[in-house]
């Protein structure tokens, strides 16, 4: 259910938007990874008194429901903005807003590894709606098919600057390691 390639470079997004960043580790099992989301939450509540939850769900049921649920049971307010949105439009406004974000694990037809590390810009929008009309999948990876890293946002104070990447790549699916980054100033 959760994100996985680069996860320990979020750090750096949180710094990039100025608000601490509370990290908890699973199993990856499933189900089992909610009793750890459960135990997070419920631990925030009580130190920093959050109210509600925000994720960036668009489609996925399996997410947006049991993370309602999570939120329903500890009495917190779950959002999510993008919720039913077309995929296309989500990702031209981003790309337009300013977004800046990587490729960095493919595990859908027509995502080769030529794609992993690759910025999503509207040339590589145009390509994953053709890859989309071919093969299937979300313009926006909602259904597993890719994962991304965001490295500039609109929100962010500075923009994160990937030094260093390996490539992991076997059969016909793999993700990205990001091996060195940091925070630069964004462009003027």
């Given amino acids: 259910?959760?994100?996985y390639p680069g996860v320990e470079w979020t750090h750096l997004q949180a710094e990039a938007v100025g608000?601490?960043?509370?990290t908890a580790r699973t199993s990856g099992i499933k189900e089992e990874e909610l009793v750890a989301l459960k135990e997070t939450l419920l631990g925030i509540v009580k130190t920093r008194g959050i109210e509600c939850v925000v994720?960036?769900?668009?489609?996925?049921?399996?997410?947006?429901?049991?993370?309602?649920k999570i939120c329903d049971r500890l009495a917190l307010r779950s959002f999510a903005p993008l919720w039913g949105r077309e995929p296309e439009r989500i990702l031209a406004e981003q790309i337009e807003m300013g977004f800046e974000f990587v490729l960095t694990a493919c595990m859908a037809m027509g995502l080769n590894?030529?794609?992993?590390?690759?910025t999503i810009d509207t040339r590589a929008m145009s390509e994953l709606k053709e890859i989309s009309r071919k093969y299937g999948i979300s313009l926006v990876f909602e259904g597993g098919e890719a994962e991304t890293y965001v490295t500039n946002a609109p929100i962010f104070n500075k923009r994160i600057r990937?030094?260093?990447t390996r490539s992991n790549w076997k059969g016909d699916s793999?993700?990205?390691d990001i091996v060195r980054a940091d925070l630069a100033a964004k462009p003027a």
Avoid: C, D, N
């Fill in 113 to 118: 590894s030529s794609w992993l590390g690759r």
């Fill in 1 to 3: 259910m959760f994100h």
């Fill in 19 to 22: 608000i601490p960043q509370v």
């Fill in 162 to 164: 990937i030094a260093e």
């Fill in 174 to 176: 793999g993700y990205l």
């Fill in 55 to 68: 994720t960036g769900a668009i489609a996925s049921e399996y997410q947006k429901y049991r993370i309602e």
